[in-house]
């Protein structure tokens, strides 16, 4: 075990855990930050997107040893009340169906338009593969993108 003193969603946190412990089992079991999901366990399904100095991270294969001094940002820090741009244009466009796969769908998009205001479909379908939706949404999560871009 060993001690990491971590930035979470502009919070300061000190964790002890095993080093190779993946930040998404810190996240959920450790601080109680159940909003990042567990998908497949590969980085393979995005799910588990998380921003990491502002980039979108699969957090199931990112080990706590290789976070030291990263601000970490899961879905309950990208806005307190569902405010930002790209959680209102989910709702806008009625983007989720059973949901699951939406906290790693949004930190991606979120990530996306962090990066590039206004993104071609080409960039938000670069940026969103690997998100994987069980229920299809695609064509909700691309037109959300789009208005989150414009507004």
């Given amino acids: 075990m060993a001690t990491f003193n971590l930035k979470i969603n502009g919070k300061a946190k000190q964790v002890e855990a095993d080093p190779n412990t993946p930040m998404l089992w810190v996240l959920r079991d450790t601080l109680g930050l159940v909003g990042t999901k567990y998908g497949c366990g590969i980085a393979a399904c995005g799910a588990c997107t998380i921003h990491v100095d502002g980039t979108a991270m699969r957090s199931c294969q990112m080990p706590i040893s290789k976070v030291r001094d990263q601000s970490i940002t899961t879905i309950e820090g990208l806005s307190e009340n569902g405010t930002h741009p790209v959680q209102q244009a989910w709702l806008k466009h009625d983007v989720p169906q059973c949901g699951?796969?939406?906290?790693?769908?949004?930190?991606?998009?979120?990530?996306?338009?962090?990066?590039?205001?206004?993104?071609?479909?080409?960039?938000?379908?670069?940026?969103?593969?690997?998100?994987?939706?069980?229920?299809?949404?695609?064509?909700?999560?691309?037109?959300?993108?789009?208005?989150?871009?414009?507004?």
Avoid at 110 to 139: E, H
């Fill in 100 to 151: 699951y796969c939406q906290a790693g769908q949004i930190m991606s998009a979120a990530s996306l338009l962090n990066d590039n205001s206004n993104p071609s479909d080409a960039d938000i379908d670069t940026a969103m593969n690997g998100n994987i939706c069980r229920c299809g949404t695609y064509t909700r999560i691309k037109a959300a993108i789009k208005t989150a871009a414009k507004g």
